[in-house]
């Protein structure tokens, strides 16, 4: 089974600044996909953004990056120019790229993201 | 709709009475998907529907916990004789369709609100 670790329960930036989130997995397969998942309180799970380990480019979104280590099993995401808004829990999650898991998320147990302005 | 709806938004219950949750999915969206949010944790797999094909129970924590779809509409999750661990709040997700082996589009997962479910 896949496991996704958080190692950071709680980190803060001060607006404007650079942070970046840490998110490592085990797995032994070879394909699959990573995401990263935003929760503001409104609890609504957002989409922030997404890599296919088949890929050696690393996704960008705007403001958020990933630096995805396929040997190291890692994916940390880059947040940079932080605003207040960006203030949340995150979540760092695996999904198998086929087989009888490749519809299920696996979440690690996230880090809460404060904002300092 | 325009999103993920879930109702309802809160349920207070006392222990061993039973709960049933609702999910709306997006318009459209054949695949549907519950998972528990327990406090502090990450989300934790609960049951998958694909249109008409049986769906995946195997994240179901125990014989309380039973959900329903007709179709490719409404989903309801039915928890009975609740405890107090299962105190959670209880997202549903949908996604247009399934395809293996693909991060499309269409096989992202969009996320509700989710129901904040309390046993006392």
């Known amino acids: 089974a896949q496991t996704v670790t958080q190692s950071q329960p709680e980190m803060s930036v001060q607006e404007a600044e650079t942070v970046t989130l840490s998110c490592t997995y085990d797995?032994?397969?070879?394909?699959?996909?990573l995401f990263w998942y935003k929760q503001p309180p409104s609890r609504q799970m957002i989409l922030v953004i997404r890599?296919?380990?088949?890929?050696?480019q690393n996704a960008t979104e705007n403001r958020f990056s990933v630096n995805f280590q396929k040997a190291a099993k890692s994916f940390s995401l880059k947040i940079s120019d932080s605003q207040l808004g960006d203030a949340a829990m995150y979540f760092c999650?695996?999904?198998?790229?086929?087989?009888?898991?490749?519809?299920?998320?696996?979440f690690g147990k996230g880090t809460k993201l404060s904002v300092i302005p | 709709g325009a999103g993920v709806s879930q109702s309802p938004s809160n349920k207070v219950t006392e222990k061993g009475k039973d709960v049933e949750l609702r999910c709306d999915p997006i318009?459209?969206?054949?695949?549907l998907y519950w998972y528990r949010q327990r406090l502090g944790q990450g989300l934790e797999f609960l049951i998958y529907?694909?249109?008409?094909?049986?769906?995946?129970k195997s994240g179901l924590p125990s014989d309380r916990f039973s959900a329903e779809r007709t179709g490719e509409s409404v989903s309801t999750l039915t928890i009975q004789r609740t405890q107090q661990e299962d105190s959670a709040v209880y997202l549903c997700?949908?996604?247009?369709?399934?395809?293996?082996?693909?991060?499309?589009?269409?096989?992202?997962?969009?996320f509700g609100a989710g129901t904040r479910l309390s046993v006392l």
């Open positions: 997700a949908s996604s247009l369709v399934r395809i293996s082996g693909t991060s499309s589009a269409k096989n992202i997962q969009y």
């Open positions: 797995t032994s397969e070879s394909d699959y996909y």
């Open positions: 890599q296919e380990a088949y890929k050696q």
């Open positions: 999650a695996y999904r198998s790229a086929d087989g009888a898991g490749s519809y299920q998320l696996t």
């Open positions: 318009s459209g969206h054949t695949a």
């Open positions: 529907f694909q249109g008409n094909s049986a769906p995946d």
